[in-house]
């Protein structure tokens, strides 16, 4: 809500108006629309590995707390070191409308100077920016004035006095403000949608602080104060302005029931400044619902009432984390204590991605408690798996399994990239992927009580592991041994070489933004050997063949009833080069038994295989197979009885 320079005046504020008896956090809630919208139904379930890849299993580990677009962000003091204190990735600042409607006589005039300046100061430290207009801040910033009504509107628009903090209040259902507040909103999209420098945008420019109140100057007129609000209608069409100029920067809106919540059905989140504080006496959060302890104009209450509690699916949710408490704000974690409500439930309730926080400045970066709470918020994505033949040659598939344990998505559709490291850690490749991690949602979301499926806290499964697939082209990729990574790219990466990277929640997890999947073979290599389980679900069983267990198999199973019909097919027998190679079939037979091989469509060659010693004891066998550089089946039957049971096959350059 307020600047650091701020922040003292505000806390004296509040503190006055809390010793006379009044509650700070207001306006009052308007009158419930809807009923809460339950229990989200779960996203379509993603689809299943493909079983001929060989799986790689990831190491997980704590994911970083400045990841970009989440966690704390700090407010920009022009000239000062942004990275200093505990780490982010977020700057917050106030703009006044007055500081970019400088023409006097012209309010479709704009000078952006003063916002590009503080983008690319904090795009130099790898930040971005989220950011509010305003027209009224009591006292000012130190760096912003006070009062910010252009003055382009002088002799257009009538001023009144907010005698509570000393602000001048413009008519807000002015006619000629609301056009010009119109314009700026279409000037402002115009110039910065999709900004790789922006990551926020709050709707601003109504109310005290941009805030979209003027307490006590509010709806709630029996107090003698007259409304300085404007009517709903205006309101929704500033909302509507903001819709229509801004499709890809995420934006923020005050309540949930602002302007009549006309924002609940457009693409706009919301963000709670008062974020996980308790007031009054008794004391009654004003995050929180009701069930828990929540006053009747609490943000998640308000959420409910509308009917718009699931939100965060879609829309990110932002705010502050009160000043009054931010000092011992995660002192108490998970639970709150006096002022501070419970903060793990008002992270989860409220799916909340980021908060403003200058009071983190004041935490050590080894504190246990902040970094679980920031690491619980907005995103938390770890690779689980990853999926890719250890050989390949021409075309590889690659997949990945990505799991989400934060509580919201990550909303902007950021390139991920997959590449090939070699021996000396360079990136020699690159693909750039069409997945988008907007679809990795939360793995667990809490209930909420209203919800009446549980007692508090009550968990239930929503996203899933969400699998990703690709097959990229090796043309030009020398043979050999490399690392297969991935990446995800961020947008700010094109302006500022210090833009902090997106990274994963895994061991594998390097600086430079890569992870590493796991090693790949390119042709021949230096290792030119593939192995493939008789077992693999990539493999074709038919004519009555089954797996069963074998103690002495080296996956802890074998393919058995092969011959008198039954085959078994190894479906993805993938070569680094085409030509001449030696087959090894592992097998195992109490008897002496014949099989026959064959190479995918070619002809089948018997070999005369003697007891391995037993059906649990394994031998092996080799013949020469010329395989094509790409994807070779070979089919193992019996030529006239029973074959033995098999293993696995490896093939080994000829």
Request: hydrophobic share 35%.
């Amino acid at each position: 809500m307020h600047s650091p320079l701020a922040r003292p005046n505000r806390a004296v504020a509040a503190l006055a108006v809390l010793a006379a008896g009044v509650l700070l956090t207001l306006p009052p809630a308007s009158a419930a629309a809807a009923s809460p919208q339950g229990p989200p139904p779960r996203p379509a379930a993603p689809a299943a590995p493909d079983p001929s890849l060989t799986v790689h299993p990831l190491t997980a580990a704590a994911g970083p707390v400045d990841n970009p677009l989440k966690g704390f962000a700090r407010f920009y003091n022009p000239g000062v070191d942004q990275n200093q204190g505990y780490p982010h990735s977020l700057t917050w600042s106030y703009f006044g409308l007055s500081e970019v409607m400088t023409n006097p006589s012209d309010c479709s005039s704009f000078d952006w100077s003063k916002v590009d300046a503080t983008l690319n100061e904090s795009a130099r430290y790898g930040n971005q920016v989220a950011l509010r207009f305003y027209m009224e801040y009591p006292g000012g910033s130190g760096t912003h004035p006070a009062n910010a009504i252009p003055h382009c509107f002088d002799g257009h628009v009538t001023y009144r006095t907010n005698t509570q903090w000393n602000t001048t209040s413009p008519d807000y259902d002015n006619a000629y403000l609301l056009t010009g507040l119109k314009n700026f909103i279409a000037a402002f999209g115009a110039r910065y949608d999709g900004d790789p420098r922006l990551g926020f945008v709050h709707l601003g420019l109504v109310g005290l602080w941009g805030e979209w109140h003027t307490w006590p100057y509010d709806s709630d007129t029996s107090d003698g104060y007259p409304d300085y609000m404007p009517t709903n209608a205006h309101l929704a069409d500033i909302l509507q302005a903001y819709d229509s100029a801004f499709n890809k920067t995420k934006l923020e809106v005050r309540y949930p029931d602002s302007g009549g919540g006309a924002a609940n059905t457009r693409d706009i989140g919301y963000h709670d400044d008062s974020f996980c504080y308790r007031e009054g006496s008794p004391l009654a959060g004003v995050t929180l619902p009701g069930s828990l302890g929540g006053a009747s104009y609490a943000q998640l209450q308000r959420a409910l009432d509308q009917g718009v509690e699931n939100k965060w699916i879609t829309d990110s949710m932002g705010g502050e984390v009160r000043p009054e408490i931010q000092p011992q704000a995660f002192s108490s974690w998970p639970g709150g204590s006096g002022a501070v409500d419970n903060m793990k439930a008002c992270i989860e309730l409220e799916h909340t991605t980021w908060k403003i926080n200058e009071g983190s400045s004041g935490y050590s970066p080894s504190d246990a408690n902040v970094a679980a709470a920031v690491r619980l918020m907005g995103y938390d994505l770890g690779v689980t798996n990853a999926y890719y033949r250890n050989s390949v040659s021409g075309t590889a598939r690659v997949g990945v399994q990505i799991t989400n344990d934060g509580v919201a998505p990550f909303y902007y559709p950021w390139t991920v990239t997959l590449g090939l490291k070699n021996s000396s850690g360079t990136v020699v490749k690159t693909w750039d992927t069409p997945w988008d991690l907007r679809t990795v949602m939360p793995q667990k979301i809490r209930a909420f009580p209203e919800w009446g499926v549980g007692s508090d806290p009550t968990y239930r499964d929503f996203g899933y592991p969400q699998y990703f697939q690709a097959d990229v082209g090796l043309s030009g990729v020398a043979n050999g041994n490399y690392q297969l990574v991935m990446r995800v790219k961020n947008p700010l990466e094109a302006v500022s070489a210090n833009a902090k990277k997106l990274r994963f929640a895994n061991a594998a997890q390097n600086t430079d933004g890569w992870l590493g999947l796991g090693a790949m073979t390119v042709g021949t290599g230096s290792s030119s050997s593939a192995t493939v389980e008789a077992e693999d679900p990539g493999n074709t069983l038919a004519g009555g063949a089954v797996a069963a267990s074998c103690t002495g198999c080296s996956g802890g199973a074998k393919v058995g009833y092969l011959g008198n019909g039954g085959t078994l097919t190894f479906n993805h027998v993938t070569t680094g080069v085409a030509g001449n190679h030696v087959l090894t079939i592992s097998y195992a037979s109490a008897e002496a038994r014949s099989a026959t091989v064959r190479v995918g469509n070619g002809t089948a060659t018997t070999v005369n295989l003697p007891s391995s010693g037993g059906w649990d004891t394994v031998a092996t066998t080799t013949l020469p197979v010329t395989l094509t550089g790409g994807d070779n089946t070979i089919t193992i039957a019996g030529p006239g009885g029973w074959a033995p049971d098999i293993d696995k096959i490896t093939i080994t350059s000829g």
